[in-house]
Structures are given as structure tokens and as C-alpha cells.
């Protein structure tokens, strides 16, 4: 099975920074779309950025010019740099992968809390 491996989340004061990174398990295959989500207590988890495998990429409104979505296709890697952190940025962030080929995957991380606060 396909597994998403999730790191650099953490603690950070409001205006700073921060970059997340999730790698996919297995070299063989690209996935179409690599992005990412968030889930704060209380709330719905919503779409944060996704990026294909051609580059194109889209942003929720709350993060545009802020957060910058990248990704390294040769290993499955997608990146998230975070920028001028708000409050209203803490949450759980998820990774998610998806492709059609060979077969259908949707595949999940297990999330990993960022926190800002002073």
C-alpha cells in the first residue's frame, strides 16, 4: 500500500515560518495531484494547496501569497513553505496523493499539528 510520510510541523510565533514535507512510498509511479489539508478543532478539514504533476498549482484564499506548494516528482516528494504565519493557520496538516494509473490510489497521511501562537 501507498504511505505518505509527513514531517516539519511544529511551534511558531505569529509572522514566522515554517516548511512541510511529505514523501510517498515507492518510486515507480507519479501521482497526478500532491497537496495538501489542514483540520482545526472544531472545523472541517479543507484544501490548503495541490500541485499536478505538471506544476499547476491552486491555493485556498486564506493562504494565497503566503504558502507556496512545490513538489520533486522523481520521488514523490511535495513541500509546503509557510509563511507569515497567523493564528488561524494552527491546525493538523495532511498530506494527500492521488493518481489513476496503474490503478486508482487517494492516499492519506497521518497529519502532522502546527501551531502558532506567542
Known amino acids: 500500500q501507498v504511505q505518505l510520510v509527513e514531517s516539519g510541523g511544529g511551534w511558531v510565533q505569529p509572522g514566522g515560518s515554517l516548511r512541510l514535507s511529505c514523501a510517498a512510498s515507492g518510486g515507480t509511479f507519479t501521482f497526478n495531484i500532491m497537496g495538501w489539508y489542514r483540520q482545526a478543532p472544531g472545523n472541517e478539514r479543507e484544501l490548503v494547496a495541490f500541485?499536478?504533476?505538471?506544476?499547476?498549482?491552486n491555493y485556498a484564499d486564506s493562504v494565497k501569497g503566503r504558502f507556496t506548494i512545490s513538489r520533486v516528482n522523481a520521488n514523490n516528494t511535495v513541500y509546503l513553505q509557510m509563511s507569515s504565519l497567523k493564528p488561524e493557520d494552527t491546525a493538523v496538516y495532511y498530506c494527500?496523493?492521488?493518481?489513476?494509473?496503474?490503478?486508482?490510489?487517494?492516499?492519506w497521511g497521518q497529519g502532522t499539528q502546527v501551531t502558532v501562537s506567542s
Open positions: 494527500n496523493a492521488k493518481r489513476m494509473w496503474p490503478s486508482t490510489v487517494d492516499a
Open positions: 500541485i499536478s504533476d505538471g506544476g499547476s498549482t
